[in-house]
C-alpha cells in the first residue's frame, strides 16, 4: 500500500520541481549511509538530484522534502528500496578485472584439481559474487567454471549472486545485453555459452541455460548487520562497490565478507580497492586478491604468492 502524499508536496499546473537544497541533501546523506553504508560527498549533490528528480516527477512531488518524508513514512519501507535503486551505480563488464581471471584460471583452478578439492575441502565449489549489478560478472564465472570443471568431471559448484538494487538484479535474471558487450567476451566462451537474438531481439544476445541454471540471485544489502547467507565460501567477488563506502563501513563489510570466508578461500576486490589497514583479519596476496588472515596460511596459497613474486604477509 502507497503512503498518502499530503496535497501540498504535490506538483499542481506549471509547477516545477524545486532544486534540492543543502539541508535536503544531508537528509539523504545520512538516510542512504545509515541504510546503505554508501557516503555521498558533498560533491555529489547534483548526483542525487540528477538521479532523484525523475521519481520525485513520477510520485507529482515538488520537492525533495516531500520525497524524503515519503520515504520516511510509516508505509515508505519499498520506497526506500526504489530511492537506493536510483542512487546505486551498476556498470560491469564481463570478465573485468582480467588479471584476477587469469589468477584463477592459470593458478587456483589446476591447484585445486591437482589437491582433489576446493578451499572447503570439498569437490563442491561455492562462489559469491557479492555486488553482481546487471550479472555479468557472476555469468563470467559460471562461463569459466563451467570450462574448468564440467558435468561429469565429479566436481560441482555454486554461484550465489546478490547486489542491493532490484533493478540491477531483475537485469541480471533476464540475462539480456546488447550484442555490443559480446566484444567482453573470448570468442570461444561467447560461442559455447551465450545466445544471438533474431526478431525482435536482433541487436542483443542472452546467457544459454547452462550458464543461468548455476546461479541464484538474491536481494542483499552489504550494510546489514547479519548476510542471510550460509556456510562458507570458496571464492568471494566484491568489487568496486567499497569505494562508495567510508573507512568505518567498509571495515564492517569486510569483517563480515572474511566470516563467509573458507580458510583457504580468496576475496577479490577492484583495482581502486585497497584493504591494507582495514582490517586486521584481512591477508594480502597478490594486487587486489586477499584472504583471511586469521587462518594458517595454506601452503597452495604460499606457492602462489611465490610465483608472483610476492609476500602473502602484509
Not at 14 to 38: C, H, M, N, S, W
Not at 168 to 173: I, Q, S
Amino acid at each position: 500500500m502507497m503512503p498518502t502524499i499530503p496535497e501540498s508536496a504535490k506538483l499542481n499546473g506549471d509547477q516545477t520541481i524545486r532544486p534540492v537544497t543543502d539541508r535536503e541533501f544531508a537528509l539523504f546523506q545520512k538516510l542512504i549511509y545509515r541504510e546503505a553504508g554508501i557516503h555521498l560527498a558533498p560533491g555529489k549533490k547534483a548526483l542525487l538530484e540528477a538521479r532523484l528528480t525523475r521519481r520525485l516527477r513520477e510520485l507529482g512531488l515538488v520537492s525533495f522534502e516531500a520525497y524524503y518524508r515519503h520515504v520516511q513514512g510509516a508505509e515508505g519501507s519499498d520506497e526506500l528500496i526504489i530511492l537506493l535503486d536510483r542512487i546505486s551505480t551498476n556498470e560491469t563488464h564481463f570478465f573485468r578485472e582480467p588479471k584476477q581471471f587469469e589468477f584463477l584460471e592459470n593458478q587456483v583452478f589446476p591447484g585445486w584439481q591437482a589437491q582433489g578439492h576446493g578451499a572447503n575441502g570439498m569437490r563442491r565449489i561455492r562462489v559469491w559474487s557479492a555486488a553482481c549489478s546487471s550479472g555479468e560478472e557472476p555469468y563470467s564465472l559460471a562461463m569459466m567454471l563451467l570450462d574448468h570443471f564440467a558435468a561429469g568431471s565429479g566436481w560441482d559448484f555454486d554461484i550465489l549472486a546478490t547486489d542491493l538494487s532490484t533493478r540491477a538484479l531483475a537485469a541480471a535474471r533476464a540475462a539480456i545485453w546488447p550484442i555490443a558487450k559480446a566484444s567482453e567476451i573470448p570468442h570461444g566462451r561467447l560461442k559455447k555459452y551465450m545466445l544471438k537474438g533474431t526478431g525482435e531481439q536482433d541487436g542483443k544476445m542472452k546467457a544459454g541455460p547452462e550458464i543461468r541454471s548455476v546461479i541464484r540471485f538474491e536481494r542483499l544489502n552489504l550494510n546489514d548487520d547479519h548476510y542471510a547467507v550460509e556456510g562458507k565460501f570458496d571464492l568471494i567477488f566484491c568489487r568496486n562497490v567499497m569505494i562508495y563506502f567510508d573507512s568505518a563501513a567498509r571495515a564492517r563489510v569486510i569483517e563480515r565478507l572474511l566470516d563467509h570466508l573458507a580458510p583457504n578461500g580468496f576475496l577479490f576486490v577492484g583495482h581502486a580497492e585497497s584493504l591494507t589497514g582495514v582490517a586486521d583479519r584481512v591477508r594480502y596476496v597478490l594486487p587486489t586478491i586477499y584472504t583471511n588472515g586469521s587462518q594458517p596460511q595454506p601452503a597452495t596459497m604460499s606457492v602462489l604468492a611465490q610465483n608472483h613474486g610476492v609476500e602473502t604477509a602484509r
